[in-house]
């Protein structure tokens, strides 16, 4: 399918589903014991296929973008942002308008915010 072996498609493939219907967004360890949620795994791994993939991954995250949950989008909007900063920017600038909720955590922290709050936070020029 993508080209980087039939294992690694299905492992994609079920990191990519993981972030669509992620509720939260957590990119480090959460709790006193700093676990890591399946959502913050499967996003290492997306990022991992993109670093080592870009092309083959890419359509994967821009279906993402589109598609996924709130939360999803931010992880899509994140990567893209790493992979191509033009599209990272237009993704963010078109997340500004959304007041779709999803919840954040941050080490013990937890909160919730919109995609319109998220978005602002992020810089509109690189």
Do not use: N
Request: net charge negative.
């Amino acid at each position: 399918m993508f080209g980087i072996g039939k294992k690694r498609d299905r492992e994609l493939e079920a990191a990519v589903e993981e972030l669509r219907q992620a509720d939260t967004v957590a990119f480090g360890g959460v709790g006193i014991a700093g676990t890591l949620l399946p959502v913050t795994e499967a996003y290492r791994r997306v990022r991992a296929a993109l670093a080592d993939h870009p092309d083959d991954v890419r359509e994967q995250v821009d279906r993402l973008l589109d598609t996924g949950s709130p939360a999803g989008r931010v992880y899509a909007a994140t990567l893209l942002e790493q992979l191509d900063p033009a599209a990272g920017r237009a993704a963010w600038a078109a997340l500004r308008d959304d007041p779709a909720e999803f919840g954040t955590f941050t080490g013990c922290v937890m909160g919730r915010t919109t995609l319109r709050e998220y978005a602002a936070e992020r810089p509109a020029q690189a």
